[in-house]
């Protein structure tokens, strides 16, 4: 079916190109063509496509067990939570299905934590330029990105909006009223800024002292992105409060919020909930992905595989830099940032015709997310293609 008469609500300006199988950092389109994918479904698919593990595991849920609502106790999703708790600062999980809503709960969760305490009317939540939380109304207003709101108004009350890396301006903007800060701690649609592990480190201590939240939300940049199991793990800097999504599941839609039993003190029977957040199926993903990820090789390899990306994309830089203005980001977390007469989309649509995948982000940055499991020859390969785009834009231009 051509793209104008699909029945799909047209929110999206896709490339019209339709993958129907992929293996591990493979893709190949109905046409047979063949890809590699630098970007995973957006940073989603970490341990890359059909992993046999996570196919496996998922599989055998499948003929066991698949809903039954958080009516019942749910083994598998206990099983998870108490990992994630062990890899963090975390006492305690809320199960959900993606990465709005998992803010969506990081907020309410700060929100109660001070109305429980008798302190409703400290509700506000500092956010930073270049933020983005997701496209419900909530996290739509968290994120603040006026583009994104435009025409959805009554926008939600109670976000904060500051520059960034600025701990004056955030020392300066707390209030009685100040209930939280929320961050990415490398921002992704906003174009792969890393704030400083200085800037992260000086909120922690900002929060202790006017005895506030620090709500991360590591969607995109947690789950081993960056060669640490959470980015701001660089930092060594805990939130009290973390919202995680996006590699959590390698591909299956499910997203956390993940906070100390302090914090989410208000969270009482009836306070929040979700019909098929934590099901058993969702949870038997979850889990594969953890298999993984626990495994002591795993991040090392990770970081193995980030620095011969870093090598190569300073290389690709010094190559084009009538293109390329600098990289960003960290570990498989980058982004190139290009000269205004560049346009990242286009280098996105000739990086398609040389057969590898990768995606825009705003402040015209291309964005770089392998799986976190690609090979050697395969991040080699798809730089190889990178490369040839990169000539053919600058050629353009
Ligand atoms: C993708 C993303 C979200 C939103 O996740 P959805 O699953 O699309 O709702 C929120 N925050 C960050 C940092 C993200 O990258």
């Known amino acids: 079916m051509s ?41 989603v698919v970490s341990l890359g496509h059909c992993h046999p593990h996570l196919v496996e ?60 305490a008798g302190e409703p009317q400290k509700n506000r939540i500092i956010t930073f330029e270049g933020a983005f939380h997701g496209r419900t109304l909530g996290a739509l207003a968290a994120g603040g990105n006026l583009n994104h709101m435009e025409g959805f108004g009554p926008h939600c009350p ?12 955030v020392e300066t903007a707390i209030t009685p009223q100040v209930a939280a800060i929320l961050l990415e701690p490398i921002q992704g649609e906003g174009g792969i800024h890393a704030f400083s592990d200085e800037f992260l480190r000086g909120l922690r201590k900002l929060c202790d002292e006017h005895g506030i939240l620090l709500i991360f ?5 947690g789950m081993g992105r960056t060669g640490e199991m959470f ?21 299956f839609p499910v ?40 495994k002591p090789e795993f991040l090392p390899m990770v970081r193995d595989t980030a620095e011969k990306l870093d090598l190569r994309l300073r290389e690709l830089a010094e190559t084009h830099c009538e293109v390329v203005l600098g990289l960003r980001g960290r570990g498989l977390m980058r982004g190139l940032h290009l000269h205004e007469a560049a346009p990242s989309a ?45 000539t053919k834009l600058g050629k353009a231009g």
């Open 57 to 116: 595991s998922v599989q055998k849920q499948a003929e066991k067990l698949w809903h039954v609502s958080n009516l019942f106790r749910i083994p598998e999703a206990e099983k998870a939570a108490a990992r994630l708790c062990a890899m963090t600062f975390a006492d305690v999980v809320f199960f959900n299905n993606s990465g709005a809503e998992a803010i969506e709960a990081a907020i309410k969760v700060a929100r109660k934590h001070f109305a429980a």
């Open 158 to 169: 109670g976000f904060i909006q500051l520059p960034r890396d600025n701990l004056h301006a």
């Open 255 to 294: 997203g956390a919020c993940l906070a100390t039993r302090k914090a989410a003190s208000g969270m009482v029977p009836g306070t929040h909930g979700s019909t098929f957040g934590g099901n058993p199926l969702a949870m038997a993903a979850v889990n594969a992905v953890l298999d993984e990820m626990e």
């Open 217 to 221: 939300d590591e969607i995109q940049c």
């Open 231 to 251: 980015a701001c793990q660089h930092a060594g800097v805990w939130p009290d409060i973390m919202a995680i999504a996006k590699g959590l599941g390698g591909g």
């Open 346 to 390: 286009e280098l996105v649509r000739l990086a398609r015709e040389e057969g590898v995948i990768v995606c825009g982000a705003s402040e015209n940055v291309v964005r770089l997310l392998p799986p976190l499991t690609i090979s050697a020859d395969e991040l080699h390969e798809g730089l190889a293609r990178l490369d040839a785009a990169l």
């Open 3 to 43: 793209m104008n008469t699909s029945h799909i609500m047209p929110t999206y300006a896709r490339a019209d190109v339709a993958f129907t199988r992929g293996e591990g950092a493979r893709l190949y389109d109905d046409k047979g063509r063949e890809y590699i994918d630098l970007l995973a479904g957006i940073g």
